[in-house]
């Protein structure tokens, strides 16, 4: 097996994966979460993963990380199973999680000196400082940034190591209307210009709609994937399109019917 | 992208660089009446007794008036008197109410509570041997707080990051760390050949104890979601202890480190007191066996000079190592 070349994006396969938890209040009993997975995303594909909270949406993704393994199925990137978490699979939480004690250089390049390969690389660290707007930002400490640049040094310190897939989980949750959507076409464009795979987790259908290629419907108790949904929009799209609309209510009605009630 | 907008302004508050006329003469004033005062009450005591403490306000004067001259030319020093001169002004007064209690009213037992004047006259008489006590304490403490520090970093950082060593490790921390390192005294000066050899390791052993006790206490409670990121960035375990978890523990690292300081000065003292036969600790207890209770005072000035002056040190390496904290944390 020939690993891929780094910069290069790469597809996703989930099957049949399964995992359980122990329960909170009963610690001899075991309580699905995830029931039998089952998807996979091509590779420089933005997919999104939609359902209500305690679906089970960030245990499936800290899975491709790697963080956590499976009780069973099979996990692969392009032709490798993911056997722990690496470089090649970057996650930005909805918490930045930007080290504190660091200026926002430093935590951009956080990945090169993890990998000790800060000395080969150091001149990307300025392209990728750009390529957020943080270039004048560099040697300021992340208690002095406001939500959405905070937001934005940790998706370049994700994206630093050229991951062949990125992992986004909530990443815009925290942020306002107006932030969020600027940041949604942040992400777009980085998407756009490195074609990185993306899996973006996110309780908001809207966000959904608006960027991904894909919709996943997932539902909780045991998180299941219930349906996929192509989104044929052309991009950029808009948000009050009549397409948007329509797709936004079917998707809605979808949820409130699997949500049963 | 306007990225300058996102940035939330950090107010800086500055002292105002004001200065007062009744700030700038409260320390000239209060010197002055420190003098008359002390003129007065030690009327019947020999001059050249009180002639050091004499000249000590009249170069406070003297001072004072050549500041407040020199203040238009420098803000900063403008700033540093409007800060200043309040407490210097409580200082001596509270000379002037020593100087009353004890040599004007005769209200404490003497030799044991010698006037202000006594006192400064012991410091400046002896002050060589108070120099090499000082410098004998320096060298005992640096010693054996360095040799704790290293110490308790590296048993925090095992204790916190490895579960076996936490198991095994945290009773022998439970049942011998709260033991007072001066307890150890009688045992320390058996076993040991020197008792400086035995002290140092005394101080060390009581500065290992906070410090092993808070740094693996911050070790173990780093967020779970940096080590979490710091993996998924291609960290191996050299990057998740040296790069995430240290500097994520130095806050509380360097609440073991002050503790053990305080530590370090108890033990310090009380180990010169008891084997030692050089510091400030002897020379108290050796200008007590000679009721020389100006003495006594004297050491305890330049001890308090001498502590606080380390701490100080301690609090500045602090801010510098924590400036990524700057206005999170207040203490």
Request: hydrophobic share 50%; with cysteine.
């Amino acid at each position: 097996m020939v690993a891929l070349a780094e910069g290069e994006a790469s597809s996703l396969a989930v099957r049949e994966v399964k995992k359980t938890f122990a329960a909170p209040d009963d610690p001899l009993a075991r309580r699905q979460v995830l029931d039998g997975i089952s998807f996979s995303i091509a590779a420089g594909e933005l997919v999104s993963l939609v359902g209500p909270s305690g679906c089970g949406k960030s245990t499936l993704l800290r899975l491709i990380a790697g963080l956590d393994a499976a009780d069973s199925g099979d996990l692969l990137i392009g032709s490798d199973p993911i056997t722990g978490p690496n470089a090649q699979r970057g996650l930005v939480f909805q918490d930045p999680n930007l080290f504190p004690w660091l200026t926002v250089r430093r935590n951009i390049q956080a990945g090169l000196v993890a990998r000790g390969v800060l000395r080969e690389k150091k001149h990307e660290v300025d392209e990728f400082m750009r390529l957020v707007g943080l270039d004048a930002f560099a040697n300021v400490y992340p208690h002095h940034l406001s939500g959405g640049m905070a937001q934005r040094a940790a998706l370049a310190r994700a994206l630093i190591n050229h991951p062949k897939i990125l992992l986004l989980d909530e990443p815009l949750g925290a942020l306002d209307a107006f932030t969020r959507m600027r940041m949604q076409d942040e992400v777009l464009r980085i998407w756009q210009a490195r074609r990185t795979t993306m899996l973006l987790v996110t309780h908001d259908i809207d966000e959904a709609i608006y960027m991904s290629d894909r919709i996943m419907i997932m539902t909780p108790r045991p998180g299941r994937i219930e349906r996929t949904i192509p989104v044929d929009l052309a991009r950029p799209r808009q948000r009050d399109s009549a397409d948007f609309l329509r797709l936004r209510s079917d998707i809605l009605n979808y949820l409130h019917f699997a949500g049963g009630a | 992208m306007q990225a300058q907008e996102d940035l939330v302004p950090v107010a800086v508050l500055e002292p105002p660089s004001v200065l007062r006329w009744r700030t700038m003469l409260a320390v000239p004033i209060a010197a002055a009446f420190a003098l008359g005062l002390h003129l007065f009450v030690a009327k019947n005591e020999a001059p050249l007794e009180t002639h050091s403490y004499r000249l000590l306000f009249l170069e406070v004067i003297g001072v004072s008036i050549v500041l407040a001259l020199l203040r238009r030319f420098s803000p900063g020093l403008r700033r540093w008197m409007a800060n200043m001169w309040p407490i210097f002004t409580a200082a001596i007064l509270t000379l002037c109410l020593w100087d009353v209690v004890t040599l004007g009213f005769r209200l404490l037992p003497l030799p044991y509570f010698p006037g202000p004047a006594a006192v400064l006259r012991s410091l400046i008489n002896d002050r060589l041997l108070l120099l090499d006590s000082t410098w004998h304490s320096l060298a005992l403490l640096v010693s054996g707080y360095t040799l704790g520090v290293i110490a308790g970093l590296i048993s925090g950082i095992c204790i916190g990051w490895s579960n076996p060593v936490r198991y095994w490790g945290m009773p022998i921390l439970k049942v011998v760390g709260p033991i007072p390192a001066t307890a150890w005294i009688p045992l320390a000066l058996v076993i040991s050949p020197s008792a400086i050899v035995s002290s140092a390791v005394l101080i060390a052993l009581a500065v290992w104890f906070p410090v092993t006790m808070l740094t693996a206490s911050g070790i173990s409670n780093t967020r779970a979601s940096y080590l979490d990121v710091a993996r998924t960035l291609g960290a191996g375990r050299a990057y998740l202890i040296f790069r995430v978890a240290i500097p994520a523990a130095l806050p509380n690292i360097f609440i073991g480190l002050f503790m053990g300081l305080g530590a370090s000065f108890l033990t310090l003292v009380v180990a010169e007191s008891v084997g030692v036969k050089s510091g400030l600790g002897w020379y108290v207890s050796w200008a007590q066996g000679w009721a020389e209770y100006g003495k006594v005072f004297a050491a305890l000035i330049i001890m308090a000079a001498f502590f606080s002056t380390i701490m100080t040190l301690l609090f500045k390496v602090r801010d510098r190592v924590l400036v990524w904290q700057k206005g999170v944390i207040k203490w």
